[in-house]
């Protein structure tokens, strides 16, 4: 437990919720005494530059996938990470996605035309989102993100907006917004609704850089199926 972190006021998580059961066997697998033979090649050598240029516990925590003790097994540290990321976003699965989640958007534009052929999109997405609606021929229907002028860059988009572009578009299988935005802001979304449809659900979200796309398909109220990140 990182007894560091203090939630604000009012806003205590689950007691569940402050355990990092992933960080915690990764701390506790790097402080074997053992002799790496295995990648990455530095093997976290104490007279390496990238101790030099880093410390030695930045080497000394990088790891290999598929190690036992955190993600090789039945029901590892990684599995219990993911069963908590899961319950905290209110999500029925989770993946975590590393080095990027361009392939996070191509899977979730991919799959989206089981649910219908028009995606409700900000138009500010990352270009990955662009080569999913390429690749899964799906129609797309932009939402234009608010912009700052006095500094020239594009922000989010709002709950109202989104709920405007599906009253324009009552067949939209699904919902694609980026949060917090590429310079930082996070909106707040809320659960759309509209006349024409049944209540909105987050279905994925997928972190990249400090940012969160959300695709969100019309989903049986109580359920999110999944949600992703990196």
């Not at 002799?35 to 990455?40: A, C, D, E, G, S």
């Not at 035309?113 to 799906?138: I, M, N």
């Amino acid at each position: 437990m990182n007894t560091r972190t203090t939630p604000p006021p009012g806003h205590a998580p689950p007691p569940d919720q402050l355990r990092a059961p992933y960080a915690d066997a990764l701390l506790a697998h790097a402080g074997r005494d053992w002799l790496r033979l295995n990648v990455p090649g530095h093997a976290a050598a104490p007279d390496s530059d990238l101790c030099a240029a880093f410390g030695a516990r930045v080497p000394a925590l990088d790891f290999p996938p598929l190690l036992d003790g955190l993600d090789l097994g039945a029901h590892t540290p990684l599995d219990e990470a993911l069963e908590l990321a899961a319950r905290a976003w209110g999500a029925r699965r989770t993946w975590f996605l590393t080095n990027g989640a361009s392939q996070g958007n191509q899977i979730a534009s991919l799959v989206t035309p089981a649910l219908g052929h028009t995606l409700v999109v900000q138009r500010s997405v990352h270009s990955s989102v662009v080569d999913g609606l390429v690749l899964s021929g799906l129609r797309a229907v932009f939402v234009q993100p608010s912009v700052d002028p006095g500094q020239g860059i594009a922000h989010g988009v709002t709950a109202g907006e989104v709920r405007t572009a599906l009253e324009r578009t009552p067949g939209a299988a699904a919902v694609h917004v980026v949060s917090p935005s590429y310079f930082g802001p996070w909106p707040t979304y809320g659960r759309s609704r509209t006349p024409h449809t049944p209540p909105e659900r987050p279905c994925s979200s997928t972190r990249r850089g400090g940012r969160t796309s959300a695709s969100t398909p019309r989903c049986p109220k109580g359920r999110w199926p999944s949600a992703r990140t990196s």
